[in-house]
């Protein structure tokens, strides 16, 4: 049974949305669909706008990249032509 639901959409995504359901050759209830039974299956909403941390969040991200590029307090391994070199530099630990 098909039924039908009224939702608000920006007119920008709409009108791009459709674009692509026209250049592809599929109606644009297709999408809809097919995005719904995703969410309602896997209950869970892919988000692939990059994500922006807050200030607290970023400040400490960016003290764990210096720490890595640092290599402080030793905890991170160099680089190894090959795997023995790795093993013999764990044994060192």
Do not use: C, Y
């Not at 969410?39 to 991200?61: G, H, M, Y």
């Amino acid at each position: 049974m098909k039924t039908v639901i009224s939702i608000k959409v920006d007119k920008n995504v709409r009108d791009r949305a459709r674009n692509v359901a026209r250049k592809l050759g599929v109606p644009l209830s297709l999408v809809v669909n097919s995005q719904l039974r995703r969410f309602a299956d896997e209950q869970r909403i892919v988000i692939a706008a990059p994500l922006v941390p807050n200030s607290k969040t970023k400040k400490i991200l960016d003290e764990a990249i210096q720490d890595i590029r640092e290599n402080k307090h030793g905890k991170f391994s160099p680089l190894f032509e090959n795997a023995k070199d790795a093993v013999k530099w764990l044994h060192s630990k």
